[in-house]
């Protein structure tokens, strides 16, 4: 079963727009991650973010954690037409590398 | 570095027959290879965890003798759908691991059982 969460499932922006993406989980975690997939293609990770950090950023990306409400948030500053794809949240529990991914949402940025 | 591929790259078969996934680490040596399953416009659901030389671990619901699964090596897994039906057409994405948190995904192989 899905652990994660995500919210919207779909968000359309004007391009140059902040465009933000929250995920919730159950269980505890090790880590959480973000990975971004375009349409029919495979996932590409994008940052990292561990349980005993709040917040970290990467370029325009900026990924912030909250462990006592169980969510995590990736901000996406002045987006671009080339950010449209589908973010994904993946945490990944302690003892094994597996990863249980959220149900995503789908970005789509308007040139 | 860490380059995933994925052979073929999308696969036709008829209902019955069996269909091979090849998952290729290209620049490094997976220490774990996944193995997920994804339908149209939803969330990546694993399968199976496989590592080098030993048996491949499933997902609750996942049925290990239709969905078989080789590590032969550490840069190669294999995914093999047996007895192929039209409710197994899917999108079929692998990812290896090299101790890190982070994993390396494939392209994926689209599967359509006609």
């Known amino acids: 079963s899905q652990q994660g969460e995500e919210d919207p499932q779909a968000l359309s922006i004007q391009e140059g727009e902040n465009a933000t993406m929250n995920c919730s989980y159950k269980t505890s975690i090790n880590n959480l991650q973000w990975y971004r997939q375009n349409s029919g293609r495979g996932l590409v990770h994008l940052i990292l973010i561990r349980s005993n950090e709040r917040e970290k950023h990467s370029g325009r990306l900026r990924v912030t954690l909250d462990t006592s409400k169980k969510s995590s948030s990736l901000l996406i500053t002045a987006s671009r037409a080339a950010d449209t794809a589908s973010y994904f949240c993946a945490t990944e529990g302690f003892g094994n590398e597996k990863l249980t991914f959220g149900t995503g949402t789908r970005l789509t940025i308007i040139p | 570095g860490a380059v995933v591929s994925q052979h073929p790259s999308r696969v036709i078969c008829k209902s019955g027959t069996s269909v091979k996934i090849e998952c290729r680490s290209l620049d490094f040596q997976a220490t774990t290879m996944f193995w997920y399953r994804q339908f149209p416009k939803k969330s990546l659901m694993l399968m199976a965890t496989s590592n080098e030389g030993s048996k491949a671990t499933y997902e609750q619901g996942v049925e290990k003798d239709k969905f078989l699964i080789n590590h032969a090596s550490l840069t190669l897994s294999t995914l093999t759908v047996t007895s192929a039906h039209p409710e197994d057409s899917s999108f079929y994405i692998c990812?290896?691991?090299?101790?890190?948190?982070?994993?390396?995904f494939g392209p994926g192989t689209r599967l359509t059982v006609t």
């Open positions: 990812s290896a691991g090299r101790g890190s948190p982070e994993q390396y």
